[in-house]
Nanobody, 123 residues
Framework: QVQLVESGGGSVQAGGSLRLSCAAS????????VGWFRQVPEKEREVVARISTGGGSTVYADSVKGRFTISQDIAKNTVYLQMNSLKTEDTAMYYCAAALTCDTRLFNARGVWGQGTQVTVSS
């Protein structure tokens, strides 16, 4: 059974840090693109960061550049999102997803998605 499981979410004050983990079972991240997305109610889902596990290249949303870092541990089949200097506007449900390439359209159409983990940042 293919499953992506996110963990590490929680409540933190502005300026704090959290590290999210996305662990895959029944599925390998090797050679895939893995992304972190976030969504708040009544808003469109936003791509936060993506990593090509083959070459390690990364892409970040402008809103998180310099604060968030996506990384991988292929041996553990896990991708992480280190979130520093958190802001109240980072509050959202965070999802990880995997696809064959980093094309956002492919994530939406053919991606494998986790159930999400809530991040709440208070002032």
């Amino acid at each position: 059974q293919v499953q992506l499981v996110e963990s590490g979410g929680g409540s933190v004050q502005a300026g704090g840090s959290l590290r999210l983990s996305c662990a895959a079972s029944g599925y390998t991240f090797r050679g895939k693109c893995v992304g972190w997305f976030r969504q708040v109610p009544e808003k469109e889902r936003e791509v936060v960061a993506r990593i090509s596990t083959g070459g390690g290249s990364t892409v970040y949303a402008d809103s998180v550049k310099g604060r968030f870092t996506i990384s991988q541990d292929i041996a553990k089949n896990t991708v992480y999102l280190q979130m520093n200097s958190l802001k109240t506007e980072d509050t959202a449900m965070y999802y990880c997803a995997a696809a064959l390439t980093c094309d956002t359209r492919l994530f939406n159409a053919r991606g494998v998605w986790g159930q999400g983990t809530q991040v709440t940042v208070s002032s």
